[in-house]
């Protein structure tokens, strides 16, 4: 029987021991916070839960357009230590579920932190010391696989460092006890985009610091746009600069920016990226080749450099996703237990940015598109569907992407409230290969959303030459 190790135990952890178990292998998880790792304890589902709560409050504040009485901001609030609760009973109960799930299916799962120590190079087997809450070892595995799913932690600022009263990462936001009288994020990635937008639908006045000229470089820039003008038009305040520190004063704190320029408020929110976990698993030693930004290197297959040994999810630096740590986890284990597998292709891979509206991507996007390439793109602002016009939703668009010769789907994006949900048939057709024709011969609900997505397909389709 396959032994197989896995250290960390979030989503690319549990998911790939519950491929491996599934496939008959002994499968040992070592985790040293919680099942469910960082995606289920503190970042993923801990935010989206909040972001749930303050998303209530747009929907209060927008019914008044509606026709709907008593929606007034003022007499609607949010109770911020039952929010709190709430966050971390899921996040809790999320854990013990997946964890009930691995240890049913045999799963065996062992507290602690991990570390290779293999002796020597080159060896077919691998050991793994699991090291306990005072540092001792509490014991040795021995294994033919071995799976580094250790996750990522927040980056810290020099000259920043959170106190976790006034200046916060994203991990601190459940501890405190009452709204942030002004909060200014640093940062306007995913993290910092996600939680400025959440703080101000709870009706925080907040102030995002945004190194870039457009707010979320990575994100399609018409979706930027709209982000950003949604943002200021509900009162938030966007301050181009970089911080180059954080001080606490008497009231709140002060963010200083490298140009000399300071940012008030009573609570800074660091959201500058984040730093893979590697140090202390013996991965220099044993062999594994790190990338210069201490990422570990992985192929498609999530083999790293060292047979036997793979890597998997946010340690790997490939797309920070629980949906691709996952994937990169479950594909380990097929590879390594002789399935047949499909290498991991990034072009398929959909993502979402949780913010009001919602930005939803899939495959190729417009800012990598190489000059003079065969791609028609369309883009149908949400102003122009029926279904948007009755709930007052103005802002956002479908976007499509499609080879001008074979009308191939190849992207999207959808800005939306509720473009997490929207983005999976295009998603479909990525995928699939299915083309705009494909789309537009759907039958999409009248009146919906979903129709600006046929509606675009139709836009994208050409005559038929041999009709
Ligand atoms: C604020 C925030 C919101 C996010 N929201 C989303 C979202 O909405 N959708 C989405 O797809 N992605 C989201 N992400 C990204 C997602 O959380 C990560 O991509 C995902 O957690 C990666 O899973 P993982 O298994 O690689 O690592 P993790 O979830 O970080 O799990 C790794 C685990 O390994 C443990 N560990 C580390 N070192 C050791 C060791 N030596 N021994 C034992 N255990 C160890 C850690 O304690 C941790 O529990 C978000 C990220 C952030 C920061
Ligand atoms: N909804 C989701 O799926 C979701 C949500 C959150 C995070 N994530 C993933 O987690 C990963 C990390 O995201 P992130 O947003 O935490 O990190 P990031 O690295 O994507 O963004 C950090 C931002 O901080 C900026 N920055 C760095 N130093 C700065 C400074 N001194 N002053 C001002 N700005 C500064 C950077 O320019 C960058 O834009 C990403 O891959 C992201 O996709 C996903």
């Not at 040994?309 to 740590?325: C, M, W």
């Not at 009001?356 to 569907?385: M, S, Y």
């Amino acid at each position: 029987m396959t032994r197989i190790v896995i250290i960390g135990g979030g989503p690319a952890g549990y998911e790939a021991a519950l491929v491996a178990a599934s496939l008959g292998a002994e499968v040992t998880v070592v985790e040293r916070d919680g099942v469910g790792g960082a995606s289920v304890l503190t970042d993923c589902v801990p935010s989206k839960t909040f972001i749930a709560s303050a998303g209530v409050m747009t929907n209060v504040r927008d019914s008044t357009a509606l026709g709907v009485q008593g929606s007034e901001l003022a007499t609607v609030g949010i109770d911020l230590p039952a929010v709190n609760q709430r966050v971390k009973g899921l996040a809790v109960a999320q854990s013990a579920d997946i964890r009930a799930r691995l240890v049913a299916e045999g799963v065996r799962v062992l507290p602690g932190q991990g570390r290779l120590s293999d002796e020597v190079r080159g060896l077919a087997e691998h050991r793994v010391q699991v090291v306990d809450a005072v540092g001792a070892v509490s014991e040795t595995l021995e294994c033919d696989v071995v799976l580094i799913a250790t996750g990522a932690d927040p980056r810290v600022l020099p000259g920043a460092e959170p106190d976790h009263e006034r200046i916060l990462d994203w991990r601190d936001v459940y501890d405190i006890q009452e709204m942030p009288e002004h909060l200014v994020v640093v940062g306007s990635g995913v993290t910092g985009a996600e939680f400025a937008s959440g703080y101000l639908e709870a009706g925080v006045p907040v102030t995002l610091v945004s190194s870039r000229d457009r707010v979320l470089p990575g994100e399609d820039s018409d979706a930027a746009e709209v982000l950003e003008d949604v943002f200021q038009s509900r009162g938030g305040r966007l301050e181009r600069g970089r911080a180059a520190g954080v001080r606490r004063t008497e009231k709140g704190v002060v963010v200083e920016l490298t140009d000399g320029r300071t940012v008030e408020g009573s609570h800074a929110l660091m959201t500058v990226g984040t730093v893979p976990n590697t140090d202390g698993l013996n991965l220099e030693r044993c062999g594994v080749e790190l990338a210069p930004s201490g990422h570990v290197v992985v192929d498609r297959v999530s083999r790293t450099s060292v047979p036997g040994i793979y890597a998997a999810g946010d340690v790997t630096g490939v797309f920070q996703l629980a949906s691709v740590a996952a994937m990169q986890g479950r594909i380990a284990m097929w590879h390594a237990l002789g399935e047949a597998v499909t290498p991991i292709r990034l072009k398929t891979v959909s993502a979402n940015v949780f913010t009001h509206p919602e930005i939803a991507t899939v495959g190729v996007q417009e800012k990598t598109l190489p000059e003079g390439a065969d791609i028609e793109v369309v883009r149908l602002p949400l102003a122009t569907n029926a279904r948007a016009k009755m709930a007052d939703l103005r802002d956002g668009f479908v976007k499509l992407f499609a080879r001008q010769a074979t009308g191939v789907v190849v992207g999207g994006v959808v800005v939306a409230p509720g473009a997490s949900e929207l983005i999976l048939p295009i998603a479909l057709a990525v995928t699939k290969g299915l083309t705009v024709t494909d789309l537009a011969q759907t039958f999409a609900i009248y009146p919906s959303l979903s129709g600006s997505i046929t509606e675009a397909g139709r836009r994208l389709m050409r005559a038929d030459a041999l009709a």
